[in-house]
Structure formats: structure tokens, C-alpha cells
């Protein structure tokens, strides 16, 4: 399959969005490790910039960034991605249900859904476009590139990606490791107007080959699902060709070729 990347976001750790990101990711400024606070979506309304969560606010952020010089944001179907879902928000209702009175908050549980992001993302923009959100555990971001390509290679029309997810709460992240917020968005479109890389993507059913990080910002991607992405980030920042193997199932990854435009 093959599209073309448009405007892209990030949001994680010394990478507080792509602008001020851009040079670190391409190598021509260190990247020095800094808390990822999750911005205010000042898309949303004030009621539900509210009850939205932390997870929430780094895919909101992520999504307004990639989707700034959009016309009509709500003209786009958009994949949203998560290892986790709000992992946070499980955690807490699963504390609630261990209490003696097994109060669960409304807004906790209205959070909970895997959907939550999405749901708060065409709210806010006044979307009524189709939109999926998807699973994937550590191939999350695979998955979500996997469903986006495949929509544009379909319909012919821009779409949304977005990739997102956060720590866990004790004592879930006993059993589930995430080390750091992360966030991305991948606007793609059928045609290559305005774009910054061809994206040409296969499935291979064999499992990805190991590799090595070439620096510390590379070695953050297995801490997040969504840092997956980094490869793709470095590269289209870089304004580099790139070969890029995506790991999706124990037995299979994506061969993703980025050739800049």
C-alpha cells in the first residue's frame, strides 16, 4: 500500500510537540530526557476539558497539532491507536470496586471505554466521519498504520491517525510496563500535494529482526507502544529515505519504506 504523510505531531518526553521537536528528532539538536506533561486540549469545551484524563489530553494534543493547517478537521475519518487505553482510569475503577461501598465515578467510567479519545476528538471538531479505535498491545502503532493505509488505499480521501498512551497505575503496571506518556498523529492523504514523505508499507508474516538503539532517543521506543513510531518520526524530520521494520505480531511486522518528497 502507499500514501502520503502530511503534517505529523509528537508529544513524549524532551519532545514537547513537532515544531519544537522537529531538530532533536533529525539529529541536529540533543535530546535531553524532560518530563511529558499532557497539554491543555484547548479544542475541547471547557465541560469536557475537565473530565477528559491525561491519556485523553496527549491524543487530543497530538490530533490538534497534526490537524492545525486543516481546513475542515471534521471532514476526516481518523484511527486512533492504544496499547493501554487509560490505563489510569481502569486502575482507578478497579480500586472503587474494591472498596466497601463499590462507588464507581461516572466520569471514570465514562473515560474507561477504549473509544474515550475518539469519542472526545469528533465532539469536539463536530465530526459525524467514521472512526475506529484499535488494540494491539506493543504493536499498537503498527496496527493503527496497518487500518489508516488501508482506509486511504480504499476510499481515496485524507485520514487521521492517531497513537497514544500513558503509564498504568499500580498494580496494574506490575504486569504492564509503560514507561512514559507518548503521543503521535500521522495526517495521510491519497495524493502527494503538500506532503513530506511517500509512506509504502507491506506485511511481512515473519517477526520483526532485532534491533539496536543508535542513540538514547532511539532506545525510548519499546518504553510505549506509540513510541514505535520514532523511527518514522526521525526520519520524515530528517528528510531521509528510511526502511523502517514495524513490529505488529510475534510472527509478523511491517516493512514501512518513508522516501521524502
Not at 476526516?76 to 464507581?104: C, W
Request: glycine letters at 10%; charged letters at 15%.
Amino acid at each position: 500500500m502507499k500514501c502520503f504523510l502530511g503534517a505529523v505531531s509528537v508529544f513524549g518526553p524532551g519532545l514537547p510537540g513537532w515544531a519544537a521537536s522537529r531538530a532533536i528528532l533529525a539529529g541536529t539538536q540533543p535530546w535531553a530526557m524532560a518530563e511529558a506533561l499532557p497539554p491543555a486540549p484547548a479544542i475541547v469545551a471547557p465541560g469536557d476539558r475537565r473530565r477528559a484524563g491525561a491519556t485523553t489530553r496527549f491524543a487530543l494534543a497530538a490530533a490538534s497539532e497534526a490537524t492545525e493547517a486543516e481546513p475542515d478537521r471534521a471532514a476526516l475519518e481518523t484511527f486512533f491507536a492504544s496499547g493501554n487505553g487509560d490505563g489510569a482510569v481502569v486502575g482507578g475503577i478497579l480500586d472503587a470496586l474494591h472498596d466497601a461501598q463499590g462507588v464507581v465515578s461516572p466520569t471514570q467510567f465514562h473515560n474507561s471505554v477504549h473509544n474515550a479519545a475518539a469519542g472526545y476528538w469528533h465532539i469536539a471538531v463536530g465530526s459525524t466521519m467514521p472512526s475506529v479505535s484499535l488494540g494491539g498491545h506493543d504493536g499498537a502503532f503498527a496496527a493503527g498504520l496497518l487500518a489508516a493505509m488501508g482506509a486511504v488505499a480504499t476510499r481515496g480521501r485524507a485520514v487521521l491517525l492517531v497513537a497514544y498512551d500513558t503509564p498504568m497505575t499500580a498494580p496494574l503496571s506490575g504486569v504492564r510496563t509503560t514507561a512514559f506518556p507518548f503521543a503521535t498523529a500521522c495526517l495521510l492523504r491519497p495524493a502527494a500535494e503538500g506532503a513530506q514523505a511517500m509512506l509504502e508499507l507491506r506485511y511481512v508474516a515473519e517477526p520483526a529482526p532485532e534491533t539496536t538503539p543508535a542513540d538514547a532517543l532511539d532506545a525510548l521506543a519499546p518504553g510505549n507502544p506509540a513510541a514505535r513510531a520514532l523511527p518514522l518520526l526521525r526520519a520524515v524530520a530528517a528528510g531521509r529515505p528510511a526502511q523502517i521494520r514495524l513490529p505488529l505480531l510475534p510472527d509478523a511486522h511491517l516493512d514501512l519504506r518513508v522516501t521524502p518528497c
